[in-house]
């Protein structure tokens, strides 16, 4: 499974990377914004991705909208959980909260990415 990472926090990119790898998935890209993720998302097509429900105050409804459309598994990971909630497309996606444990994490992408 080929993963795309979309977080804008090194710390818990790197702890998302870790525990997909160990489900494993083979990371294709981290991206930090919203237009660095729909640019990865063209060039890669990830077979899932793992999105932050908000980038340095930005929602990431636009993200979710596009994998919704290309049929792309997502999971949403955010500590925002009311707030992604107020978008119709993140609402609409499998929702993991922050913080999140390695165990959680792991489980959560053999749930919905396999």
Known sequence: MRVLIVEDETMVAM???????????EIV????????AL???DRERPDAVTLDG???????GPVARQLRELAIRHLVV???VELAAT????SQSPVIHKPFTHQ??????AEHFC
Do not use: R
């Open 15 to 25: 702890a998302i990377e870790d525990a997909l790898l160990d489900a494993g998935c």
């Open 29 to 36: 890209g981290i991206a930090g914004t919203v237009p660095e």
């Open 39 to 41: 640019g990865l998302i």
């Open 54 to 60: 908000n980038l340095n105050g930005t929602l990431t």
């Open 78 to 80: 955010t500590g925002y």
């Open 87 to 90: 978008d119709p497309w993140l």
């Open 104 to 109: 959680a994490l792991t489980k959560a992408a």
